[in-house]
């Protein structure tokens, strides 16, 4: 259930950043999902390293 929230959050930083430095529509939008792509994979690698970690099966 985490995952989706990371990946919206990313979304919504990149999208932000990409406003915040003057960028047209589709800048946004590219900004918005390349962050969300990163915050993804930091969540997978986060939750690879939590089972390990915690011992979940």
Known sequence: MIGPVFRIVGFLWGYYLARKRGGKTLDRLQ?????????GLFDTLLGIALARFLGAA
């Not at 900004?31 to 915050?39: H, M, R, T």
């Open 31 to 39: 900004y918005g999902v390349g962050f969300a792509i990163a915050f």
